[in-house]
């Protein structure tokens, strides 16, 4: 469901009391209504909840979208290239962490929070192995 442009689809977001039926032609569509749910949770959080916006939107873009929207290939190769060079105990690239390219530097500490984070969920929801 939602592989190809164009569709319509229901977004998740009160506006105006309702739930609108929009279509979809592009992923700037579907990237706007991704705005409106980061613009919820931020309004929702400041009335003191905790929600994480990345995993808001990851439950709710199958109500209105395809999760492949979200994942480009340069994203799924770093994330590989983190798995590997964290599972092998070897350098992503050549050098040691000094030499290492800042970009990825900084793309590493985030993939490693994510999947700790993943694997604290999984912990407190009796999940993990």
């Not at 309004?43 to 492949?68: E, H, M, Y």
């Not at 040691?96 to 590493?108: A, C, F, L, R």
Request: glycine share 4%; charged share 30%.
């Amino acid at each position: 469901m939602y592989h190809t442009y164009p569709y319509k689809a229901q977004i998740p977001i009160l506006i105006e009391g309702k739930y609108q039926t929009r279509t979809f032609t592009s992923k700037d569509d579907v990237d706007s209504v991704i705005e409106l749910l980061i613009d919820e949770v931020k309004q929702t959080n400041k009335k003191g909840s905790q929600f994480n916006i990345a995993d808001s939107i990851v439950r709710q873009l199958p109500f209105f979208a395809c999760i492949n929207v979200l994942l480009d290939k340069q994203s799924q190769k770093d994330i590989s290239r983190y798995i590997y060079s964290e599972s092998f105990g070897i350098s992503p690239y050549k050098g040691s962490y000094g030499e290492q390219p800042s970009k990825w530097v900084e793309k590493s500490f985030l993939i490693k929070n994510n999947i700790e984070r993943k694997k604290s969920e999984a912990m407190r929801h009796g999940k993990a192995k």
